[in-house]
């Protein structure tokens, strides 16, 4: 299962963004879905996530509490709000199927797509 995010865009220190994830041909409201991030020279780290059944989230610390997760079955999506946007939120951000519980989340589907490039500066 691939799919697409997109919503990124440069952003002032404390600005706003929220990203979309999207999918054709698969509805992702049977999958738990996490949203990752990766800085060039860096590994891919895991954000945040969403159960299939909306009951299950979790964030990193350094995005708790400026983040929220969230799904749209109605509209087949699966949004990331991010707020309060730092410079070392600068990163290119993916959504993919993953296993996401309250402690961590990790990604299922490795298909990464071509991922949202945010970039946080003033």
């Known amino acids: 299962v691939q799919l697409q995010a997109s919503g990124g865009g440069l952003v002032e220190p404390g600005g706003s963004l929220r990203l979309s994830c999207a999918a054709s041909?698969?509805?992702?409201?049977?999958?738990?879905i996490g949203w990752f991030r990766q800085v060039p020279g860096k590994e891919r780290e895991g954000i945040s996530c969403?159960?299939?059944?909306?009951?299950?989230?979790f964030y990193i610390d350094s995005v708790k509490g400026r983040f929220t997760i969230s799904r749209d079955n109605a509209k087949n999506m699966v949004y990331l709000q991010m707020n309060n946007l730092m410079p070392e939120d600068t990163a290119r951000y993916y959504c993919?199927?993953?296993?996401?519980?309250?402690?961590?989340?990790?990604?299922?589907?490795?298909?990464w797509g071509q991922g949202t490039l945010v970039t946080v500066s003033s």
């Open positions: 969403i159960g299939s059944r909306d009951s299950t989230s």
């Open positions: 041909g698969v509805s992702l409201s049977t999958y738990a």
């Open positions: 993919t199927t993953a296993y996401c519980s309250s402690y961590g989340v990790g990604a299922q589907s490795r298909s």
